[in-house]
């Protein structure tokens, strides 16, 4: 996904600059622009004209978080994707109830942090796992838990089939045979009910289970 349109936030100027010049140079990714955020930021939309909204909520995030409930509030566009990055569960707790669908440390390598901007553009929810507490709020009630976990091989495999590669290709980075991946694919479907190998990653992306 090409030319992705990003508009940073971050109440601390240095946070701002510093995602900026992580991600500016990226040709996934084209900076809209860089704001500290507030009340106002919903009016401010429309001249950025963004995809996805990367907040840092930083570590005292209550001001971030303001500006996250602004948004769900008043924003006119309610497809707009938010990524926030959140210091600890409760600020991510609080997040997710706030819209962001991203949800990521605010340590996250750039390489996930692009993978999870392109994942909420397309409609996926995001969720690293050291932020996902048990008695999570987020997950929908039309994803219930699984019953039956998935193996760490068959992670593995959906960690890869998530990154868009074939059957051979997981084959040899996992150095198995394609029998053995068509295997574990067949089982991780199972297990997520799903129809599809696509129909598996976005349901396993909804459920935390996929690391970007």
């Given at each position: 996904m090409?030319d992705l349109r990003?508009?940073?936030?971050?109440?601390?100027?240095?946070?701002?600059?510093?995602?900026v010049?992580?991600?500016?140079e990226?040709?996934?990714?084209?900076?809209?622009?860089q704001v500290?955020?507030?009340?106002s930021?919903?009016?401010e939309?429309?001249?950025?004209?963004p995809d996805?909204?990367?907040?840092?909520?930083?570590w005292?995030?209550?001001?971030?978080?303001?500006?996250?409930?602004?948004l769900?509030l008043?924003?006119?566009d309610?497809?707009?994707g938010?990524v926030?990055?959140?210091?600890?569960e409760?600020?991510?707790t609080?997040?997710?109830?706030?819209?962001?669908?991203?949800?990521?440390?605010?340590?996250?390598?750039?390489?996930?942090l692009?993978v999870?901007?392109?994942?909420v553009?397309?409609?996926?929810?995001v969720?690293?796992?050291?932020l996902?507490?048990?008695g999570?709020?987020g997950g929908?009630s039309?994803?219930?838990?699984l019953?039956e976990a998935?193996?760490?091989?068959?992670?593995?495999?959906?960690?890869?089939?998530?990154?868009?590669?074939?059957?051979k290709a997981?084959?040899?980075?996992?150095?198995?045979?394609?029998?053995?991946?068509?295997?574990h694919?067949?089982?991780?479907?199972?297990?997520?009910g799903?129809?599809?190998?696509?129909?598996?990653?976005?349901r396993?992306?909804?459920?935390?289970?996929?690391?970007?």
């Amino acid at each position: 996904m090409a030319d992705l349109r990003l508009l940073v936030i971050a109440a601390d100027p240095l946070a701002r600059a510093g995602l900026v010049t992580l991600l500016e140079e990226r040709p996934e990714l084209e900076i809209a622009g860089q704001v500290s955020g507030g009340e106002s930021l919903a009016d401010e939309l429309p001249v950025f004209q963004p995809d996805v909204l990367l907040i840092d909520l930083g570590w005292d995030p209550e001001e971030g978080l303001n500006t996250l409930e602004t948004l769900a509030l008043d924003a006119e566009d309610d497809e707009l994707g938010v990524v926030a990055l959140a210091p600890d569960e409760d600020s991510a707790t609080a997040a997710w109830s706030a819209g962001a669908r991203g949800l990521l440390s605010r340590t996250t390598p750039a390489e996930r942090l692009i993978v999870a901007i392109q994942a909420v553009a397309q409609g996926l929810a995001v969720v690293e796992p050291q932020l996902l507490p048990f008695g999570w709020p987020g997950g929908s009630s039309s994803e219930p838990v699984l019953a039956e976990a998935l193996t760490t091989r068959e992670l593995e495999v959906l960690q890869l089939l998530a990154e868009g590669l074939a059957n051979k290709a997981i084959a040899l980075r996992l150095d198995i045979s394609e029998h053995t991946v068509k295997f574990h694919v067949n089982a991780i479907m199972s297990k997520l009910g799903a129809q599809s190998r696509t129909a598996a990653v976005v349901r396993a992306t909804r459920l935390g289970l996929i690391m970007l």
